[in-house]
């Protein structure tokens, strides 16, 4: 094979690389949008029909997220009992997941590590999301609060 056209043909390798990635960078997209727009309309069904003196729709949004994340991984995985592409695993489970909720992600990688008898790192995953979380949220209050005034 002549140079130019192995170097075209490499070329034109790496250019389908790269369509592949943004291909792959549009469907999470696409699937953030969709679980964001879910979590908007569950939200506020939640808060129509029980009322918003407790965050009732944030907590079943995680706790539904995290249930279908978990299920979703497990029944896509390696040894689960359907198969599919890595692009819809990457679709469903940071796209609709992630978009639904960030929390489904959180208690599958602690689900993940406490079966990998990583009790320790499970447990400070779980306190320090927690209180980093409660941290973050409360510092953003309070420079939202200073700029209000």
């Known amino acids: 094979m002549p140079h130019s056209s192995h170097r075209r043909l490499e070329c034109r390798r790496v250019e ?7 291909q792959n960078y549009l469907w999470v997209a696409i699937g953030g949008a969709l679980g964001s727009v879910a979590r908007f309309w569950c939200s506020g069904a939640v808060a129509r029909h029980i009322g918003e003196t ?3 729709g944030t907590l ?5 997220g995290s249930f279908v994340i978990g299920f979703f991984a497990t029944a896509t995985g390696t040894e689960g009992r359907w ?5 819809l695993r990457q679709f469903f489970m940071i796209g609709v997941c992630g978009g639904y ?6 208690s599958l990688q602690t689900l993940n ?3 990998e008898g990583e009790w320790l790192k499970a ?4 306190l320090g999301s927690v209180a980093l979380c409660l941290l973050g949220v409360w510092l953003g209050h309070l420079l ?3 700029l209000n005034r």
Do not use: Y
């Open 54 to 56: 407790f965050p009732w």
């Open 60 to 64: 079943l949004i995680n706790v539904l």
């Open 83 to 87: 198969l599919v592409s890595p692009t």
């Open 101 to 106: 909720t960030t929390f489904s992600s959180f």
């Open 113 to 115: 590590l406490a079966g």
């Open 123 to 126: 447990s400070g995953n779980i």
């Open 144 to 146: 939202a609060e200073s």
């Open 16 to 22: 389908q690389h790269r369509i592949g990635k943004m």
